[in-house]
């Protein structure tokens, strides 16, 4: 139980366009929702939390109207990358909250964006 | 803020050999404390945790004690294998929201 799902698992955009990266929870219904930004050697780094129907709550520094974070659901959240630039190029990871479980989470295979 | 320190690698250990990745926290109050695991090209996966002081979290053969006398959630395997070899977090718990506060990452390789 408690599987998160990421698709795609890779992509590669042009600069200037936008991509769009699904989170779902398979087996259980999430009210919150993680996206987290991992660079090359590095630890995660908390972008927002997404919560199902209302804003997200982004971090400090990171741009809202580059990643729009969309939770219509219980079980999908979106990641839109807005106008990507090559530094915009990461691994990009979701992880989402079964109930009551507390702040044990878990993470979706992430997604690796490459912009050109 | 909240914070997570972990010891630098890459760690590189024979097969057989202990395994000790040293992890402390910086947190107000007592978080809930999480070791991840992330193997070569997967997700992150949760490997241990421990909710409460003195708490020993374990799985798959490794064990983590949350001692808040010296703040620090060291992850421990007697054994290592080669298919341990993977990257491993730790965490602890960021708050209200539920959020993550993740230390950089331990690389560990296990050779044959």
């Known amino acids: 139980g408690a599987v998160v799902s990421q698709h795609p698992s890779w992509v590669i955009c042009k600069s200037g366009t936008s991509v769009k990266i699904e989170c779902r929870s398979l087996?259980?219904?999430?009210?919150?929702m993680f996206w987290y930004r991992q660079f090359p050697k590095q630890s995660l780094m908390l972008m927002a939390t997404s919560n199902e129907g209302s804003k997200a709550t982004y971090e400090q520094g990171v741009e809202k109207d580059k990643f729009l974070i969309n939770h219509a659901s219980l079980t999908l959240s979106t990641l839109t990358v807005t106008s990507a630039h090559p530094e915009d190029s990461s691994f990009y990871i979701c992880?989402?909250?079964?109930?009551?479980?507390?702040?044990?989470?878990?993470f979706g295979p992430g997604t690796r964006l490459t912009v050109t | 803020g909240d914070s997570v320190t972990q010891m630098e690698g890459p760690v590189t250990l024979s097969e057989e050999a202990f395994l000790t990745i040293n992890c402390t926290y910086t947190?107000?109050?007592?978080?809930?404390l999480f070791w991840y695991v992330q193997y070569p090209g997967e997700g992150l996966q949760l490997l241990l945790k421990?909710?409460?002081?003195?708490d020993k979290g374990s799985n798959k053969g490794f064990e983590a004690t949350y001692r808040k006398e010296t703040t620090s959630f060291h992850l421990e395997k007697g054994s290592v294998q080669v298919s341990d070899s993977a990257v491993y977090f730790c965490a602890l718990d960021g708050g209200s929201q539920g959020n993550l506060i993740f230390g950089k990452g331990t690389k560990l390789s296990v050779k044959p």
């Open positions: 087996d259980f219904q999430a009210t919150t």
């Open positions: 992880s989402a909250s079964p109930p009551n479980r507390g702040a044990e989470q878990y």
């Open positions: 947190a107000t109050g007592y978080p809930s």
């Open positions: 421990a909710t409460k002081a003195d």
